[in-house]
Nanobody, 123 residues
Framework: QVQLVESGGGLVQAGGSLRLSCAAS????????MGWFRQAPGKEREFVAA????????DYADSVKGRFTISRDNSKNTLYLQMNTLKPEDTAVYYC????????????????WGQGTQVTVSS
């Protein structure tokens, strides 16, 4: 019942920045807690960041803490991931995810997933 579409990926040099977006369908966007995940070549999918429905609380993987910022604009039904000081090890396909739960920070168990957007960081 929820469609998610990621965008904003691309090629960037180490130390650079990118901002990913995730556009969500539906009229109950603010009721959904959301998250970002990534999967690098030959690696398992890993948690990156999570945010509650209101946008007031967030959670980050240790590998991105202090460099990435998750946010949302509920009036635009859009989730964001601001990625700064990018490293080659950040190279991966990035996915957004959503759950019908509102006031919760999840590192897994999401109900809906986007198709992913490629982020490549060169050294």
């Amino acid at each position: 019942q929820v469609q998610l579409v990621e965008s904003g990926g691309g090629l960037v040099q180490a130390g650079g920045s990118l901002r990913l977006s995730c556009a969500a369908s539906g009229r109950t966007f603010s009721s959904y807690a959301m998250g970002w995940f990534r999967q690098a070549p030959g690696k398992e999918r890993e948690f990156v960041a999570a945010i509650v429905g209101s946008g007031r609380r967030s959670d980050y993987a240790d590998s991105v803490k202090g460099r990435f910022t998750i946010s949302r604009d509920n009036s635009k039904n859009t989730l964001y991931l601001q990625m700064n000081t990018l490293k080659p090890e950040d190279t991966a396909v990035y996915y957004c995810a959503a759950t019908s739960r509102r006031d919760i920070l999840l590192r897994g168990g999401y109900d809906y997933w986007g198709q992913g957007t490629q982020v490549t960081v060169s050294s």
